[in-house]
């Protein structure tokens, strides 16, 4: 037997289907319901703008996309002012918004005083889990 083996304790199991004389004569408490003053708190405790406050200082990146393309580096050395680079996006199609890299919002591009801008007009929700 090797030294991993040695240190595993082996324990003993009903098979499906038995009931060990233990298992009969314990009887299971019910669980008790939280008191009401507990069960309230947990109401009031809902998250509210003002408890991001600590983090409204905090830089982020903020990236629109209006499209991508995959190109050699064979032609990215032939580029040159006027070439046009063709992306995955047709015209009036939605851009995709980032913060921070990761996707947040989609939206159309708008001209606001001879500057570009972006109005979102989805909000993209988060999977629950990924951080």
């Known amino acids: 037997m090797s030294e991993i083996?040695?240190?595993i304790e082996l324990q003993e199991f009903d098979k499906p289907g038995?009931?060990?004389a233990d298992d009969m004569s314990a009887e299971v408490p019910a669980p008790e319901a939280p008191p009401a003053d507990v069960a309230d708190a947990e109401v009031e405790e809902e998250k509210t703008a003002a408890?991001?406050?600590p983090v409204y200082d905090v830089p982020v990146r903020i990236s629109a996309v209006l499209g991508k393309t995959k190109i050699n580096v064979n032609e990215l050395l032939a580029l040159s002012r006027g070439s046009i680079l063709e992306l995955d996006r047709k015209v009036g199609e939605?851009?995709?918004i980032?913060?921070?890299n990761r996707i947040v919002a989609?939206?159309?591009v708008v001209i606001v005083d001879e500057q570009l801008g972006v109005t979102m007009t989805e909000i993209i929700k988060s999977e629950a889990g990924n951080t």
Do not use: F, M
């Open 51 to 53: 408890d991001l406050a």
């Open 5 to 7: 083996e040695s240190d």
């Open 106 to 108: 989609r939206g159309e």
């Open 98 to 100: 980032y913060v921070n």
């Open 18 to 20: 038995e009931e060990s």
């Open 94 to 96: 939605a851009i995709d």
